[in-house]
């Protein structure tokens, strides 16, 4: 469990960004190297629907909207890694200065949701005189806003993997539907049926594929940011419970 000059090693300024950059990489020199084979090309000309590049590109958009909270949450840990240092190496005594959390002997506490919480925990403190101080609404509060939007990565999967399904209710429909007026003693009716109902599976599959395999990524991302996120949370909670709330509730006029 991290403490209060907490490692934050797995969640800072660099982890959670590099980690979605090397699964980024990946899928897309997978991305390359079924292009360079055409597997590709044959989907997009196989989907009459023009639904795989819609998925496609509802992928790629949401993969930017994970890039963006990743980078948030990445700075986030950055701000509270360094919040933990100073609050570690001051004298045990937090100061309010206005809108900002001062340690003594250490300096202000630098901007970020962690230390927003720290100087809300401070006015409480102040508020209430020498009464226990109870942080549990504040953290749910600090929970809401490092999840931030984070659960539209269960939209958007969800989303990719309906477009998929209905993908593939296009194409059975697309498959079945040449069924009604087939002529079997017209060699070119039977022929041209066959045709369009392959069109038909061609639809059905390469949507259904495209939903799926997006659907699957975009929970992989979102599965790494809400990792990096609940880290996150855990190091606030011990920063704050371990030392924040200690010198809080030791301070001096708490006691009188």
């Given amino acids: 469990m991290p403490t209060a000059s907490g490692d934050l090693d797995s ?3 660099r982890g959670p960004l590099l980690r979605w950059l090397v699964f980024t990489g990946l899928w897309i020199f997978a991305f390359f190297l079924l292009w360079r084979f055409g597997l590709v090309r044959q989907m997009v000309a196989g989907d009459r629907t023009y639904l795989s590049p819609i998925i496609a590109l509802l992928y790629v958009a949401t993969s930017l909207h994970c890039l963006w909270r990743t980078i948030v949450i990445a700075r986030e840990g950055d701000s509270a890694r360094r919040t933990g240092a100073l609050i570690a190496s001051g004298s045990g005594r937090l100061d309010l200065d206005g809108d900002a959390v001062v340690v003594e002997g250490a300096g202000l ?3 970020g949701l962690v230390a927003a919480h ?4 401070a006015v409480k403190a ?3 005189g020498s009464r226990k101080l109870d942080q549990t609404l504040l953290l749910r509060g600090l929970a809401s806003r490092l999840r931030g939007s984070n659960q539209f990565g269960a939209f958007a999967s969800d989303t990719l993997m309906k477009l998929g399904l209905l993908g593939t209710i296009i ?3 697309m ?8 002529d079997p003693s017209d060699r070119s009716t039977v022929r041209s049926s066959m045709n369009l109902m392959s069109d038909g599976m061609a639809v059905a599959m390469y949507t259904t594929l495209a939903g799926l395999v997006g659907s699957i990524l975009v929970r992989i991302q979102y599965y790494m940011l809400d990792d990096a996120t609940a880290k996150l949370f855990a190091f606030a909670v011990g920063l704050t419970e371990v030392r924040v709330v200690s010198i809080l509730e030791n301070r001096p006029e708490a006691a009188e």
């Fill in 118 to 121: 720290i100087r809300d925990l």
């Fill in 109 to 111: 506490l630098p901007t």
């Fill in 11 to 13: 969640f800072g300024d």
């Fill in 126 to 128: 102040r508020l209430q």
């Fill in 171 to 173: 194409g059975f429909i």
């Fill in 175 to 182: 498959m079945l539907a040449p069924i009604a007026g087939l």
